[in-house]
């Protein structure tokens, strides 16, 4: 979509953390908007931020901010970040849109029990009247019809003890020498373990090779 989009109109990709942000080739949306710990219970923000806004050159020509991992943003960030939006159209011939991503059943909000998640906010209630809302319904990751349905029900917190016991039969202890299996970990503490092993396992090799079979691990590790 975001393809589709920069080929007739100027995109601003953001995300709610850093790691995120790179994945999109963007900038976090507290970069972009001069968000800071500071200001998340004030919608009000000083004169600095206001001139660095109207000087910024992107925000004033672009036609779409991105927001990828909405989730991760909770309600009074969300606020703030409407409220900056709104300023900055108010110095603009044509308003910018917000294009929001995110699965709000993955990852919670960044600052935990403060507002909520984004959807908590009062300027969604305010917004959401003139949203477009488009579901993603097709699975691209998997063609297993069984599985499919299977995670759909573990997603929902639905799932059977036949599904547990389906998991548990997936299960496969053996590794050949040569092959990268997929790991599913439940918290990160348990992610980082097994990169740190894979990291002492490497210290005597090159950091380009090291560096690589981090970047893998990421990629191939599922969290859930």
Not at 57 to 86: A, H, P, Q, W, Y
Not at 142 to 165: C, G, P, S, W, Y
Not at 203 to 221: R, S
Request: hydrophobic content about 35%; charged content about 30%; some cysteine.
């Amino acid at each position: 979509m975001i393809r589709e989009l920069n080929k007739k109109y100027s995109i601003i990709n953001t995300a709610s953390t850093g790691t995120a942000a790179i994945n999109i080739n963007g900038v976090t949306i507290h970069n972009l908007l001069r968000l800071c710990q500071s200001e998340r219970m004030l919608i009000r923000y000083n004169k600095s931020t206001k001139k660095y806004q109207l000087n910024n050159i992107k925000l004033l020509m672009c036609d779409f901010i991105c927001i990828d991992e909405i989730s991760m943003i909770d309600g009074c960030t969300f606020d703030i970040i409407i409220d900056r939006v709104n300023f900055i159209n108010k110095y603009r011939k044509k308003e910018i849109k917000l294009i929001i991503v995110g699965d709000c059943m993955q990852l919670p909000p960044v600052e935990k029990n403060v507002s909520g998640y984004y959807f908590n906010g009062g300027e969604y209630n305010t917004i959401h009247r003139n949203c477009y809302f488009c579901v993603l319904s097709e699975v691209k990751r998997q063609d297993n019809i069984e599985f499919i349905e299977l995670l759909k029900r573990v997603r929902m917190a639905m799932h059977t003890k036949d599904d547990i016991k389906y998991i548990k039969n997936m299960e496969n202890n053996e590794v050949n020498e040569g092959d990268f299996p997929i790991y599913m970990c439940a918290v990160n503490k348990k992610v980082d373990e097994i990169n740190k092993k894979y990291f002492d396992e490497n210290k005597n090799e090159p950091f380009e090779k090291v560096k690589k079979v981090n970047i893998i691990l990421i990629k191939n590790h599922v969290k859930k």
